[in-house]
């Protein structure tokens, strides 16, 4: 079984500040992956940033990157100079090649002007 | 390439009734996953087909069934609908184990049971 905790329910930041959202994970198999999907208002989810558990280095997209600290488990998102279009939700996910993904229950962002 | 497309966008049904929801995947890809979302409950999964063979299976009574055609296009069914099945249905489709590649999403299906 996998479980994700987003203990961040909602979060705010200025525009064009740094912004971190958290998320801790659990799950007893040995090969999975890490996921940051964004969900922005009414519109559809997209991936964000993936990492792979077997790899040490930090995934990073542009002004997105990830702080993964696999024997704390725990897998935060970085946005460095926060835009508007960064409002949306974003959620945290743990998949496995087994076939299913386990989301938590989301962060609000809203980047302010 | 064209993306993830459910259909339909809305959908607005009466207690008791069944309801079916369209997806097609990605072009190439195989797997097809399901999930529910509401505000309290977050993203639930529903079940995830592959090369029509349901792979896995989420905690929904029987009234959610799917299906998978040899297209990859996959259809989900909820019959007997309670108020509480009010909810957007997103299709994700990968190319392989969501572990992988991770998710493409379509757009969901809003259906509001009154």
């Known amino acids: 079984a996998q479980t994700v905790t987003q203990s961040q329910p909602e979060m705010s930041v200025q525009e064009a500040e740094t912004v971190t959202l958290s998320c801790t994970y659990d799950?007893?198999?040995?090969?999975?992956?890490l996921f940051w999907y964004k969900q922005p208002p009414s519109r559809q989810m997209i991936l964000v940033i993936r990492q792979e558990a077997y790899k040490q280095q930090n995934a990073t997209e542009n002004r997105f990157s990830v702080n993964f600290q696999k024997a704390a488990k725990s897998f935060s998102l970085k946005i460095s100079d926060s835009q508007l279009g960064d409002t949306a939700m974003y959620f945290c996910a743990v998949g496995t090649n087994a076939g299913k993904s386990t989301f938590g229950d989301g962060t609000t962002l809203t980047v302010k002007p | 390439k064209a993306g993830v497309t459910q259909t339909p966008r809305y959908l607005i049904k009466t207690r008791g009734q069944q309801v079916t929801l369209s997806c097609s995947p990605i072009?190439?890809?195989?797997?097809v996953s399901w999930y529910q979302q509401t505000p309290g409950q977050g993203l639930q999964f529903l079940f995830e087909?592959?090369?029509?063979?349901?792979?896995n299976k989420g905690n929904f009574p029987g009234r959610f069934s799917g299906r998978q055609f040899s297209n990859s296009r996959s259809e989900m069914n909820v019959s007997t609908l309670e108020l509480g099945d009010s909810a957007l249905y997103l299709c994700a489709s990968s190319l392989g184990g969501t572990g992988q590649y991770g998710y493409t999403f379509g757009s969901g299906t809003r259906l509001t049971v009154v």
């Open positions: 087909y592959f090369s029509e063979t349901q792979r």
């Open positions: 072009s190439g890809h195989r797997s």
């Open positions: 799950t007893s198999e040995n090969n999975y992956y």
